[in-house]
C-alpha cells in the first residue's frame, strides 16, 4: 500500500504552501508524490456548459477528460470514500500520497500551525508525527518551520519512503 500523510490545521493556516513545497521537495528527490485535497463543502469543479458537466447533467455516473498529458474524472458515489481506497483505485503508481484535510482518517499527520489566529485542532498523538509552525506542546514530536522543508521531507522519506 502507498503511505499515506495528511497535512491538518485550521483554515488558512498555509497547508496548501505547505503541501506544494513538500510535493516539491519529493519530486526533486525522485519520488512520485500524489495528492488528495477533501473537499468538506461538496463543491462542483466541473464547469457549467462544458461537455463533461453536460455529460453529468444527462447522468452519466463517471465522466473522464482526456488530454495529452493528463485524465481528469468526475465520478459519482453513494458516500465519501476513505484514503485507503482512493489510493488503491487510482494513485498505486506513486511513491506517497499527501493530503491536504482528512483529519478524521487514522493516518499519520503533519499539523500546521502557521496562522495568527492559531486553533490548536486536536490530532491524537499516535497519528502526530511532526507539527508546523506554532508552539510545540507535544515535546516528542519533532517541529519544523516553513522555511525547513529539507528537514521535514528527510524525516518523511526516512519514516515513510526508505523502507519502500
Partial sequence: MVPIISVVGPSKA???LLVERLISELEK???RVATVKRDAHNHDLDTPG???WRHSQAGAESVIVSA???ITMFKKVAKEWAL????KK????SDIVITDGFTNEKKPKIKVLLSQAEEDSQVPSDELFSIV???NSEKSVPKFNL?????????IEEKFLKKR
Fill in 84 to 87: 485507503d481506497e482512493i489510493a
Fill in 50 to 52: 462544458k461537455t463533461s
Fill in 14 to 16: 498555509d497547508k496548501t
Fill in 90 to 93: 487510482f494513485l498505486s503508481d
Fill in 29 to 31: 528527490r525522485g519520488y
Fill in 133 to 135: 509552525g506554532g508552539k
Fill in 68 to 70: 495529452p498529458e493528463k
Fill in 147 to 155: 522555511e525547513e522543508i529539507e528537514k521535514l521531507a528527510d524525516l
